[in-house]
């Protein structure tokens, strides 16, 4: 074997070492740790989520509920300034509306920078987004300008389309006894007029090197609908 080949197989073997031992020195909700991961939540529905990591720094992320009709699925590829996330997911809202949305979007830790106030990890965040799906128009409220018969409740879905972009923010802090609160804010805007916003507070309790439990609150509202959930989960790590 040349020396070039043996050169290169340590080189290649000491990176892999050194950004596993990144990865595991980084806190269990960094959203730029790239691992082997399964997980359900508990909202008001059962979900199941996964990650699976390719190499170091690509891996493949899934979540879906028990039903099926709502899902993500996309991948990541981290870099030495952040995270870049590929996304194509549904989400259903009340009256049969629903958004099917491709974006691609970025998490960069501020302690890059060198920005970490008062112990806090802060990832700024934001991407570009398409969204097809239908908007539920209330026909009392609104001139919905559609052919079709309203429902009995007087709702009726309106298509819609829409090219943006969204801005945001997530932040993690490291407490006493392997607790981390975490806190995410999101605002978007789009074509037609759309916009949105998310907002999210919760806590995550570290088990052990592979388990975790965590516990949040949420609320979205955009053109498509609107949710609040208060919720449960629990993740294993592989690796």
Known sequence: MSTKIVKGLITSLVFIMCSQVTAQDKLAED????????GASYTDELKFS????????????ASANTDGDEW?????????IGIVNFNLGKTQFDHGAEKTSYSIGTFVPLSYFDIKPMGWQIFAMGGYSHTDGDIACDTGLYDC????MPSTDGWVLVPNSSNGGYLGAF????????????????YSMGSDDYSGYFAA???????????KVNFYGSAQDNDYGS??????GYAYQFN
């Open 50 to 61: 996964g990650s699976l990591s390719l190499d170091p720094v690509r891996k493949l992320n």
């Open 201 to 211: 507070l919760g806590a995550s309790y570290q088990i052990d090197k592979q388990q």
């Open 145 to 148: 300008s559609v052919n079709e």
């Open 31 to 38: 959203p730029t740790k790239v691992v082997t991961q399964i």
């Open 72 to 80: 993500r699925f996309g991948g990541s590829w981290l870099f030495d």
């Open 171 to 186: 932040a993690l802090k490291p407490l006493a006894g392997n607790w981390t609160i975490m806190t995410a804010a999101a």
């Open 227 to 232: 949710d609040q959930f208060i919720g449960v």
